[in-house]
């Protein structure tokens, strides 16, 4: 059964930090590229970073690029999200994802988090 657990939300005043971390079970996680996806209110799903699987390449929304980084640990099945200058419009849900291939057909099946809320403001 795959699943994908984030934590590491919550409040931050405009210019802080926060950590996302997802651990995930159920796949062979050192094989799979993984991202992150955030919603705001009113607005669609949008891609906020994603992470090969040996983690030798990344890319970043624009929006987001030279404030956040992404990172894994394939020993603890892991991806991390660091967050650093945020700003009020970073305020989102923010999303663990993956794509994973699944049975003989090697159907392609996404699969998501529940969510952790990042909420920046004074």
């Known amino acids: 059964q795959v699943q994908l657990v984030e934590s590491g939300g919550g409040l931050v005043q405009p210019g802080g930090s926060l950590r996302l971390s997802c651990v995930t079970s159920g796949f062979s996680f050192s094989n799979t590229a993984m991202a992150w996806y955030r919603q705001a209110p009113t607005k669609e799903r949008e891609l906020v970073a994603a992470i090969s699987p040996g983690g030798e390449s990344t890319n970043f929304a624009d929006s987001v690029k030279g404030r956040f980084t992404i990172s894994r640990d394939n020993g603890k099945n892991t991806v991390y999200l660091q967050m650093n200058s945020l700003k009020p419009e970073d305020t989102a849900v923010y999303y663990c994802?993956?794509?994973?291939?699944?049975?003989?057909?090697?159907?392609?099946?996404?699969?998501w988090g529940q969510g952790t809320q990042v909420t920046v403001s004074s």
């Open positions: 994802y993956t794509k994973l291939r699944v049975g003989a057909f090697r159907t392609p099946y996404d699969y």
